[in-house]
């Protein structure tokens, strides 16, 4: 069992920066496939990032080259660094975990409650 809490999220202008934090607990950590999800009101649930085991990522086509996904393993801590925020950018954004994981938010065993990220023009 893994448990997650989102943090970090809030109203911002757009163009500027926003660090989510997801503190785990409950499991060997380090060895989950970690990932960011989000979703707008109305729209299906999308993968934004993830992180494997050891370290590899993956992006969508969306925030390729603005978003950055890290972890710190002594802190039990995932991280998703946005930049560049555009209006198109909010939604309520998850935190999940998966032995296995992958891109699709199905591929993933537990959930954070979400933490709202709101983008104004």
């Known amino acids: 069992q893994v448990q997650l809490v989102e943090s970090g999220g809030g109203s911002v202008q757009a163009g500027v920066s926003l660090r989510l934090s997801c503190v785990a607990s409950?499991?060997?950590?380090?060895?989950?496939?970690m990932g960011w999800f989000r979703q707008a009101p109305g729209k299906e649930r999308e993968g934004v990032a993830s992180i494997d085991s050891h370290g590899s990522t993956s992006f969508a086509d969306s925030v390729k080259g603005r978003f950055t996904i890290s972890k710190d393993n002594a802190k039990n801590t995932l991280y998703l660094q946005m930049n560049s925020l555009k209006p198109e950018d909010t939604a309520m954004y998850y935190c999940?975990?998966?032995?296995?994981?992958?891109?699709?938010?199905?591929?993933?065993?537990?959930w954070g409650q979400g933490t709202q990220v709101t983008v104004s023009s």
């Open positions: 999940a975990a998966d032995e296995y994981g992958g891109s699709e938010w199905y591929e993933y065993n537990y």
């Open positions: 409950g499991s060997t950590y380090s060895n989950y496939y």
